[in-house]
Each structure stands twice: as structure tokens, then as C-alpha cells.
């Protein structure tokens, strides 16, 4: 097999080190010198194109590229006919409405019949007329949190993260509209040999994701207690139980998601556990 599958990621900006990071974390090795536009991996079928956010979804969907790993924000703006493969778990953020916070807000009509500038006009649209209220829509490019502050709309709709660029601006989050993650996209005519590889790189994907939502977990425990104990972390088949040099305890070990343990750890430590060691997993198979 002498296929070769073409990735397209953000060249620079915030989706890009973590995009990169995965990649490298599947074992995936390449060169990223900077200003490189294209690079090809030394250990796995992969060519990469570094690009602008705004174009990926239309090069995966023209099948320029046969992957892309973009924001979803940007996916459903521009609209494109791809497969989304894996969410990511990244570049989390929220596309939000707001507006001068000295203004008085109840519900979205309070938007109708305003105008309203973003970067984001066919979410936003599809959001307004779902909720019934006509607005006027400014497409802008950037700066969009600078719109009201000089007059160009009376509200605006843009991306928010912990929300202290709106705060600068004098402006208020009024109404979160839309939900993002970095995704992973995929052409929809790829042949099987170019399938084969997108499945080989997705299994990397799971064991590293897997890998880290759980943890190792190690810990000291009475014999008599054990029964308790492993009901508490069953890990992925059961847990591993090895004697202690001290007569009547053992070591028991599992592995367990990280929001389990906290839920279970004052279970664990009355049923008589101690030495509790919690380890990062860094590849997960099951
Ligand atoms: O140059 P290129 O076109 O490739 O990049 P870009 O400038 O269009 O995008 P970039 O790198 O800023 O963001 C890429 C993607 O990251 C976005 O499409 C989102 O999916 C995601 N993302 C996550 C964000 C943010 N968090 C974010 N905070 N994109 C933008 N922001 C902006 C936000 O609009 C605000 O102006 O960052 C500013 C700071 O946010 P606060 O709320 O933390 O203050
Ligand atoms: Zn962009």
C-alpha cells in the first residue's frame, strides 16, 4: 500500500499547538519548521497543509485535503459537506449575543429589530429566525467586540472564552448561542486504502483520549476489605491484587476515570485504603 492521506491544520493560532500535540502524541512524527506550508510525516502516511482555520472546511470538502481538524464554529459557518470523524475535546469556547452592559436585557427580543455585528452571520441567522426575531446582521471580519463602542451595531455575536475581552469592551453575555470544539473532519469519498490509514490514525486517537479521561490507580488495603475495594474501582477487566510483605494486606491495582475516583475516594479510605497513588495513563487499548 503506497496511499498517502493529506491532514489540513490551522498554520498558527488556536487550534494549532494542540492540533500538533495530538498528532505527536499518536507517535506521528514531522517536520514543522516555521513558515512551512506542507510537511510529510518520517513514520506514518500522513502529508500535512498548514492553512488558515476559515479554508479547512472547504478544502476537506473539496477533497484537497482528506482530513481537517478545525473548530465547529467554523464548520457550520461555512457550511461545507464533510464528515465529522471524532470530537476532540479542545479550543472549547462558546459562540455567545451582547450587548453594552449598562442596557437593560430580558429575553432575545431585545434583538428585534437591532442590529447585530459578527463574524458569524449564517449561525447567527439560523439562530434568530429558530427564536422568531428579525434583526439586522453586519458581517465583519474582526474587532467585532469594538462594534457597538463606535456606532456600527447595537449588539454583537462573536466567540467567548472566559469572557474578559467582552468585559474590556464594556459588554455583557447575554445569550450563549452556539457550543464549539476542535473536531476532526473527514472528505466523504475517501477510497478504502485512504480509509484504512484515517482508521489506523482514529485507533491512536482513542488510546491517547482514553488514555488521558482515566488514570492508574494504586493503593494499599486490609484484606478483609477487598471485596469493597474492588467493587469500588472494577478497572477495565478487574483490578491486579498483589500481597503486601506485611501479613494481611495487599496492593490492589485499576485503573478509573478521573471523575470516578473523586466521586469514590472517601468510599475507598473508610473501607480501610491507604497509600493511595494516582498515576497518568499515557495510551489506553482496551
Ligand atoms: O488565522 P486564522 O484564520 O487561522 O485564525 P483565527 O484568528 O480565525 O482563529 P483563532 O486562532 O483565533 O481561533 C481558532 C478557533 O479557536 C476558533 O474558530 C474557535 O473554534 C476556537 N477558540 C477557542 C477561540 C477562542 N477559544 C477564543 N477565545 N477563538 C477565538 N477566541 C477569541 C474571542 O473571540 C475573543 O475575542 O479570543 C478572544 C479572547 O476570548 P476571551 O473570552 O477569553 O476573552
Ligand atoms: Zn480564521
Known amino acids: 500500500m503506497n496511499s498517502i492521506i493529506r491532514i489540513a491544520v490551522q498554520k498558527s493560532g488556536r487550534l494549532s499547538d494542540d492540533s500538533l500535540s495530538l498528532i505527536k502524541e499518536c507517535g506521528i512524527k514531522f517536520y514543522n ?58 479550543s472549547k469556547c462558546r459562540l455567545s449575543l451582547a450587548i453594552p452592559k449598562g442596557e437593560e436585557y430580558t429575553n432575545i427580543h431585545f434583538f428585534q429589530g437591532k442590529s447585530i455585528a459578527t463574524s458569524y452571520p449564517k449561525i447567527l441567522s439560523d439562530y434568530l429566525e429558530n427564536q422568531n426575531v428579525h434583526a439586522e446582521i453586519h458581517e465583519i471580519s474582526g474587532s467585532v467586540e469594538i462594534a457597538p463602542s463606535i456606532g456600527l451595531a447595537e449588539g454583537i455575536c462573536d466567540i467567548v472564552s472566559s469572557g474578559s475581552t467582552l468585559m474590556m469592551n464594556g459588554l455583557k453575555e447575554v445569550e450563549s448561542i452556539f457550543k464549539s470544539e476542535a473536531v476532526l473532519i473527514s472528505n466523504k469519498k475517501l477510497d478504502a486504502e485512504k480509509l484504512e490509514i484515517v482508521d489506523k490514525l482514529l485507533f491512536r486517537i482513542n488510546a491517547v483520549q482514553k488514555g488521558k479521561s482515566n488514570k492508574y490507580v494504586l493503593l494499599n488495603a486490609p484484606n478483609h476489605s477487598l471485596d469493597k475495594i474492588i467493587s469500588l474501582i472494577p478497572g477495565m477487566k478487574s483490578p491486579t491484587i498483589l500481597p503486601l510483605a506485611k501479613e494481611g494486606w495487599s496492593s490492589v491495582h485499576s485503573v478509573i476515570s478521573e471523575d470516578q475516583f473523586w466521586e469514590n475516594i472517601e468510599e475507598l479510605r473508610e473501607a480501610g485504603a491507604e497509600g493511595i497513588l494516582v498515576v497518568p495513563i499515557e495510551k489506553m487499548v482496551i
Do not use: M, Q
Open 33 to 90: 519548521g516555521t513558515g512551512k506550508l506542507k510537511s510529510t510525516s518520517t513514520n506514518f502516511p500522513i502529508e500535512f497543509l498548514f492553512l488558515r482555520d476559515d479554508d479547512i472546511p472547504g478544502y476537506v470538502a473539496d477533497g484537497v485535503a482528506d482530513l481537517g481538524i478545525v473548530g465547529e464554529n467554523e464548520l457550520v459557518e461555512k457550511d461545507k459537506d464533510v464528515n465529522v470523524l471524532k470530537r476532540l475535546g479542545f
